[in-house]
């Protein structure tokens, strides 16, 4: 069984970062790891276009448009604002 991860971060070289570091094991199908650019693409993602969903999401804090810290809080509750 893979466990399915999910890496939000706006920089590319983030990416390839953890595609060299979790090569081994994504081939042996430990690990699918999934890669978005942004925080508002995560969340229209996590609904339902991701396959196999999600069970770890670590996000990059400091990106443009919604950052990290909104959108872990808006996908804890409701919350209507962010900084």
């Known amino acids: 069984m ?3 991860i999910l890496v939000v ?3 590319a070289d983030v990416a390839k970062q953890f595609s060299q570091q979790f090569r081994r094991e994504v081939r042996q199908g430990h690990y699918v ?3 978005i650019q942004s925080a508002e693409e995560a969340r229209g993602k996590l609904g339902n ?3 196999p969903k999600p069970i770890v999401v670590l996000s990059d804090i400091n ?3 919604m950052d990290g810290w ?3 809080a808006r996908s804890r509750s409701s919350a209507p604002t962010c900084r």
């Open 63 to 65: 990106m443009h448009g």
């Open 70 to 72: 909104c959108s872990c």
């Open 33 to 35: 790891i999934h890669f």
């Open 9 to 11: 971060d706006d920089e």
């Open 2 to 4: 893979s466990v399915s």
């Open 49 to 51: 276009g991701i396959w």
